[in-house]
């Protein structure tokens, strides 16, 4: 005798919920993903790191070729920010020596020393009357016997000027001259002295100085991008299989470009770090004898290095200059690979 048969009946699967109150569909976290995005950036960037702590050789020698050229134009600019700074000095001890009209008493004199206190260029006015003037003459000259022939005093009353400091400005030489031409304009003025020669060639060399270090910088930047770029290339071709591997289970050209991206962002950055420390010590190299050169002077000019806004500029360009090598070398040899 058959036992009846049973008849099975196939009941559906519940789903079950993902998380406490979750949906079928869950809803779009944008702090979530910001989350996994940061921290897969963050693994990428120390895991480039990584790699180029595992070949300390290559990694130090193209971080040196960057640092070079880096070093090269930030060490000319901070030779020429100290040669500004003691033109301010020499700015400082420059004066402008009104001779006034013999007509012109020692009471107007005065007066006129006191009107010119007040005008916006200049920083300090000192009077010689004319006695004091032939005091001084007698005493420097060695003529005293020759003076006292003379039945009256031939030296006119001076004023001397000490413009104000013209360093604020880009061109100090054309503010003096200006301030030198409104004191001829004077009625009292006979003459009005100043040796602006020196000052013309001091801000055409300076000038000069600023484009040849603009230029310089220019083609040291190039060979940055370059050096990034070829290292870059070199790296993308010793990964060829991996890249063709990423690409053959879906891996997206952001995705293989990222770490890429880095290690020209780690060259960069430690390029431009050993590049402020070869400044640094050329600073302190020099600096013991400046100041003793200075010394011997009776100045007290100090030499000043690379400034905070500085450093912070040349890290900045080491990293753009890195990043730009490197997504120029990944754009152009990323594209050629391509699974087999």
């Not at 600019?77 to 003691?86: H, K, S």
């Amino acid at each position: 005798m058959k036992s009846p048969q049973r008849t099975v009946r196939l009941q559906p699967r519940t789903p079950t919920p993902i998380g406490a109150g979750a949906t079928r569909r869950q809803s779009f976290d944008p702090r979530q993903w910001l989350r996994s995005y940061g921290r897969l950036h963050a693994q990428v960037l120390l895991a480039s790191l990584g790699r180029l702590y595992r070949t300390p050789v290559s990694s130090l020698l193209t971080m040196a070729v960057i640092a070079i050229a880096l070093a090269l134009p930030s060490g000319l600019l901070v030779i020429l920010d100290n040669l500004q700074r003691l033109n301010t000095q020499w700015d400082d001890g420059s004066s402008v020596s009104l001779f006034l009209k013999p007509t012109v008493n020692e009471a107007q004199t005065d007066r006129l020393a006191r009107e010119l206190k007040g005008w916006p260029g200049i920083a300090a006015v000192r009077t010689l009357h004319r006695d004091q003037a032939l005091a001084e003459f007698r005493e420097f000259s060695g003529f005293g016997s020759a003076l006292d022939a003379l039945e009256e005093n031939p030296l006119p009353n001076v004023l001397e000027i000490r413009p104000a400091n013209p360093a604020n400005t880009d061109t100090p030489g054309q503010d003096m001259e200006t301030l030198l031409d409104d004191l001829k304009r004077l009625p009292e003025v006979e003459l009005a002295q100043l040796d602006l020669q020196w000052v013309r060639r001091f801000d055409a060399l300076m000038d000069m100085g600023r484009r040849g270090i603009l230029i310089v910088g220019a083609l040291l930047g190039l060979a940055v991008l370059l050096i990034v770029g070829n290292t870059i290339r070199l790296d993308i071709q010793n990964r060829r299989d991996e890249i063709e591997v990423s690409k053959l289970i879906g891996g997206t050209d952001a995705f293989i470009r990222r770490p890429f991206l880095y290690t020209g962002l780690w060259y960069g950055l430690l390029g431009a770090l050993l590049a402020w420390l070869l400044v640094g010590l050329g600073f302190l190299l020099v600096d013991e004898p400046a100041r003793r050169l200075a010394g011997l002077y009776d100045s007290s000019f100090l030499l000043s290095g690379l400034s905070w806004q500085g450093t912070g500029v040349l890290l900045l360009t080491g990293i753009a200059l890195g990043l730009a090598g490197s997504w120029l070398a990944v754009g152009r040899h990323l594209s050629a690979i391509e699974p087999t």
